[in-house]
């Protein structure tokens, strides 16, 4: 297939399969990845499920510090920088360019708590066409007197602003060409208690309202990052307070939101939280559903994991921050293994890359590290397997497809986006990346596909369709190539990037 942009733009994805099934007998049901030209290829879009927009101009800076000095110290000063509308859109104006860039197609942003910053953030991602979900931090305490919100009414109305103010974005104007993405907004309002400590428990009560009147509202936050903030967040939280603010209680079904317990604090005696968990304290106003995110999740209790799987909330994954600030290693192959729901999230600057390549090379990392501390018997060699979730996970490395299929579908799924994003699928949109591993990418650290050096590729040479060329050996070639981009790749990979069909970055983008 010679890729040309402007013919891409005028295929549905039904199309650019079927030309490829005739080309390459793949059949249309299962690409993930499409081989393009030689050390070019086509891969559903990154979903970047956690990250801060406002600390990206932070990356790098104060990493010797945890948790909670860390956002003292470095994050908050940052942060409060953007009650300034100018600086914040001239912040965020380079930060979601170079987001996209990256290959970034879905993004879950936290602003900062500011309403018209945020609201800034919102229109510059709207403007980019990229497929996001903006969110303003709620923080009504345990926070600086110099960046905290008044008051849980305060926060509450801001956030109603803000959520209004994003579902009245207009949808892009269409494109050339049929796109699925036609006659909607990509970006989307999401609620976003900062964490359980920077909120009192009547913010959470309200946000918890809020989110029961709908439905459809996404959520995300932080849990179970770091051991002090673990022990701080149960201190704030007994259980006499859960049981007097708390709207939620986990004996009740999960979504069984009513009229009743809506207006109505006070809740009959057999509510009991026997301990209180972090899960426990955002079940309790109930925040834990299908489409919340929940980011880190890296010392889960056992009760926990039961309540994140009841409620079908998601994990993000953000293993470079998870190590940077040395909040520990998430146990993401066991979390699979239950059935629990995982993406990949970058944290900046928790992180220290917006990339999710990044993230993918630091999470293959991170479940070797369990690995290394799982029973011997447990650790023996293993295939990988293509279906991330079949077989147990728990003490092994995560193989090349899981990495991928938590940077994609995997990612989608804590959006509930499966059915629209997530990979290349017929009947979806098209969010997809062109990679170009060539050495002309200048990316020196992958060995150009067209150095004709019989080193990295297996396969190489030869035109597709020849005797001797592709076919036999494509799938295990593309393999190859894939996992080479995963670890070895950066953004100068990235060549173009579409989201529904709309070319909105890449390093080819507006040459
Ligand atoms: N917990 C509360 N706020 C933050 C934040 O900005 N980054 C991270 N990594 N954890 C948090
Ligand atoms: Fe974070």
């Avoid at 965020?92 to 860039?101: K, P, W």
Wanted: hydrophobic residues 30%; negative net charge; aromatic residues 8%.
């Amino acid at each position: 297939i010679k890729f040309v942009e402007k013919d891409v733009n005028v295929y549905k994805v039904e199309e650019i399969l079927q030309v490829i099934e005739n080309r390459y007998g793949i059949k249309k049901d299962d690409v993930d990845v499409c081989v393009l030209n030689d050390g070019e290829f086509l891969i559903p879009g990154f979903v970047d499920t956690h990250t801060h927009a406002p600390q990206v101009p932070n990356i790098g800076s104060g990493q010797q510090h945890e948790l909670l000095d860390w956002l003292s110290e470095v994050t908050f000063p940052m942060e409060a920088r953007f009650k300034d509308v100018t600086f914040a859109r001239k912040a965020y104006t380079s930060v979601v360019r170079r987001i996209i860039d990256c290959g970034t197609t879905t993004c879950c942003y936290y602003g900062t708590l500011h309403l018209e910053a945020t609201k800034v953030l919102a229109e510059i991602v709207h403007q980019m066409g990229q497929r996001a979900f903006v969110g303003k931090c709620n923080m009504d305490r345990h926070s600086p007197d110099y960046y905290v919100e008044p008051s849980p009414e305060r926060s509450l109305e801001d956030t109603k602003e803000l959520i209004s103010y994003i579902r009245s974005l207009t949808p892009p104007p269409p494109t050339s060409s049929p796109t699925y993405g036609e006659g909607e907004s990509l970006v989307k309002p999401i609620l976003t208690p900062r964490f359980a400590i920077s909120c009192s428990p009547e913010l959470l009560a309200s946000l918890g309202n809020l989110a029961s009147e709908d439905p459809t509202l996404n959520i995300q936050t932080h849990i179970s990052e770091n051991e002090s903030e673990i022990v701080f967040t149960k201190s704030l939280f007994p259980n006499e307070v859960l049981e007097k603010f708390g709207i939620n209680h986990h004996h009740h079904n999960h979504l069984d939101f009513n009229s009743t317990h809506k207006h109505n604090h006070k809740h009959d005696t057999k509510t009991k939280h026997t301990t209180t968990t972090y899960a426990g304290v955002y079940d309790a106003f109930g925040l834990l559903r299908e489409n919340t995110i929940l980011a880190h999740a890296v010392h889960l209790e056992e009760e926990e994991i039961e309540i994140v799987k009841r409620t079908g909330a998601g994990i993000s994954h953000c293993p470079t921050s998870n190590f940077n600030l040395r909040s520990g290693f998430a146990k993401v192959g066991m979390l699979l293994d239950k059935g629990i729901k995982v993406g990949l999230g970058t944290d900046v600057s928790g992180g220290f890359s917006p990339s999710i390549l990044t993230a993918i090379q630091h999470a293959s990392i991170c479940s070797k590290v369990v690995s290394l501390s799982s029973p011997p018997s447990s650790s023996s060699p293993t295939t990988p397997t293509s279906s991330p979730t079949s077989s147990s996970y728990t003490s092994r490395q995560l193989s090349v497809p899981t990495l991928f299929y938590l940077s994609t579908l995997g990612g989608a799924s804590l959006c509930n986006l499966t059915s629209q994003i997530g990979s290349l699928t017929p009947g979806k949109q098209f969010d997809a990346l062109l990679i170009s591993l060539r050495s002309n990418s200048g990316n020196p650290s992958i060995w150009g596909w067209d150095l004709d050096l019989e080193v990295g590729v297996r396969g190489s040479g030869g035109e597709p369709g020849e005797e001797g060329g592709r076919g036999k050996g494509e799938k295990e070639e593309l393999e190859g190539l894939l996992e080479r981009f995963l670890f070895c790749g950066d953004d100068r990979n990235v060549r173009r990037v579409w989201v529904a069909g709309r070319l909105v970055g890449g390093k080819d983008f507006g040459i």
